[in-house]
């Protein structure tokens, strides 16, 4: 019985991490992308990038001086 109850939960949280992605990529605002421009900061080293948003996202982008691959958006008022 336990085991059958496990696997269900398995099922479930595979289920729900592939929607989340799913969710975060079809719920990303068209208010925010303009918000952030494009441009993101290396987490590491600091520098600028201009990038497109989506590639960011799915990890295709990497820092040109230190080749890491954590952005942070930047954010202009
Ligand atoms: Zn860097």
Redesign the pocket.
């Known amino acids: 019985m336990i085991k059958w109850s496990n696997k269900k939960n398995h099922g479930f949280l595979s289920l729900t991490k592939k929607t989340l992605g799913v969710f975060i990529l079809v719920k990303f605002p068209e208010a925010e992308i303009r918000k952030f421009r494009n441009v993101f900061v290396?987490?590491?080293?600091?520098?600028k990038i201009k990038a497109p948003n989506m590639k960011i996202i799915q990890g295709k982008v990497s820092?040109?001086?230190?080749?890491?691959k954590a952005f942070k958006a930047v954010r202009k008022k």
Request: hydrophobic share 0%; glycine share 16%; charged share 40%.
């Open positions: 290396c987490r590491k080293c600091k520098t820092c040109r001086r230190c080749g890491g």
